[in-house]
């Protein structure tokens, strides 16, 4: 067991043996919650990036890699029901980087944090071998309306925030340049652009505890939710994990972005799904709630928005493709087919 | 300008520059404060450690590594007059590494956490070539009673809440076990332990809000204060800084460890005060405030704490140390003469 070496068992793995070190209260969701003294409850949430592996001067600027690296923490405040405070930021970095790759990576992080009312309140820079951003994120957020994984009952619409496959599409454009000839400059530029500057939907928070607090007595508990940036399909699976439910997912109501619709030989509807389902890095929220309220939400949000399937009971996720004529199928978190493109 | 790098300017430099990002009224001080909407306040504080520059498997297990990088943190609390809330923990790990390793390294975590009432809340495990350690602790303060760098006062007396040197001296005996022959082995051990398992002195802030309550009014105001972890030396001078004030301090009333008086031919008085002065990481605090409850504070805490010196009006900080009969010096950031054992 001693010689038991962290590729061996993953990153996953590792987390699951060091989950025995932490109050086992405060595991599986997108951040830890903390009761403080005064009966709010502060949320923290803690990211870390290393070069090669987490990002690439080929396809993401020092301002890109600043800018996503606070949007991802910030959109698991967001998965929270949370309102951010601000965020630490912990840099090792080689000796012969350029200053000014630096600043322009902060430039980034506090573009994406001014525009939610976010600040830097402090850090650490230290010299190390390979270029590594560690960020942790901290919000409010009242006890009594967090946003949980293990909260969804059936009969609960299932509401998604906005479009999925943009960033992951995005990340496949900038890899490989000579794919996608023929989509239109705007709608080429739209995907990468999600990947470059995605953004944490804090925004959903107050239009969503408002429609709550509006509803009656029966409909006051939290919703379940979390957001997308492991993949739609792995967000809705973890829910109805968390939760002890199944659902079904509704194939053709999952909103795409505009380019997917310009197929023009690029993608076919097939391999439009798989991105949206399993591109990652999206930072939409999904969110369960009862079919009212959850109408309220998907009109009041506008854009993509859209309830794209129900809570069942059991635990199985079927998802349901009635466009394509395609059989209901079990949503796994693996690709039902080969990844376009590689 | 485009070229200029990190190596070129050092850490200390690249901090200041990153300082525009952030807002000025948090920067400064061992951790942030930052106002929350209940009028309590959040403090926080981030580090990271890197294998090979921050720590090393010859004189440091993995169960201290957690110990000190989490030590750390939560005397950076205490040097804020907070009290720790938990930490969240970014680690980057290489593949080939063992998965004891770093449950060693967590055990060490939680075993200094478990003494301050803190857990672990959270992290984030990810693929590096290099063992990177990001640890972010966050605690709570009454706005009202925080300790500031920039708040001593001429008149005030300096406190200092136990020995210097030993961390130092701790760890020079781990580097070289052929030095300090004449050492007996209680006192070697207790100053490699004083290396390895330092403590924070969490356990000072709520005796000192309990005398400064008990205080006339005018004795209200915070005291001024923070760590040593940079070193004794260091704290002073910042304190001094920040506050627009300079201090006499009296070099032979600065508490020793007990292995330094049987020099036994080891260090000699003045090689004492250099590593009392310029060590570092014993994380003690150094606090200025007013006579009475500087000796109230000092009797209660008892074991070595100490009043060291006092704040003078001007800016100098004059270095006195008459048990050797040396002329008054200025203290400086840099060391007066050669490093023993270098």
Known sequence: MCSLKIKDIGEQ??????QKFCPPEIIGDDAAVINTQDGKSLVVTTDMLVDNIHFSENTTSPEDVGWRATAANLSDIAAMGASP???????????????????????????????YNAVIVGGDVVRSPNI?????????????????????????????????????AGLELLINPTIGQNLIQADREAL??????????????????????????????????????????????????????????EGEKIPLP?????????????????????????????????????????????GSAAIVG?????????????????????LTLSRGFQHFGS
């Open 13 to 18: 793995g590792l987390l699951k043996i060091l």
């Open 85 to 115: 405070l601000g965020i630490t930021v912990g840099l090792g970095l080689p000796g012969d980087l350029s200053v000014s790759w630096v600043e322009r990576l902060y430039q980034g992080m506090t573009e994406c944090l001014g525009k």
């Open 132 to 168: 590594t951003v560690s960020i942790t994120a901290f919000g409010q957020v009242n006890p009594t309306r967090t946003i949980r994984r293990d909260n969804a009952k059936v009969g609960d619409a299932i509401v998604v925030t906005g479009v999925h496959g943009a960033s992951c």
């Open 192 to 249: 990468i652009r999600a990947h470059q500057r995605p953004k944490p939907r804090l925004d959903v928070i107050p239009i969503l505890w408002k429609i709550l607090d509006s509803q009656l007595a029966n409909h006051l508990t939290s919703p379940a939710g979390m957001d997308t940036s492991d993949g739609l399909a792995d967000a809705i699976l973890q829910i109805c994990r968390a939760s002890g439910v199944g659902a079904i997912v």
């Open 258 to 302: 505009v380019a997917f619709n310009n197929f023009n030989n690029w993608l076919t509807q097939e391999e439009a799904l798989e991105y949206a389902l399993y591109g990652g890095e999206d930072f939409e929220l999904v969110l369960c709630l009862p079919q009212q309220p959850a109408d309220k939400l998907v009109r009041q949000l506008g």
């Open 310 to 330: 129900t809570i069942t009971i059991g635990s199985t996720v079927i998802l349901r493709n009635q466009y394509l004529g395609d059989p209901d199928r079990v």
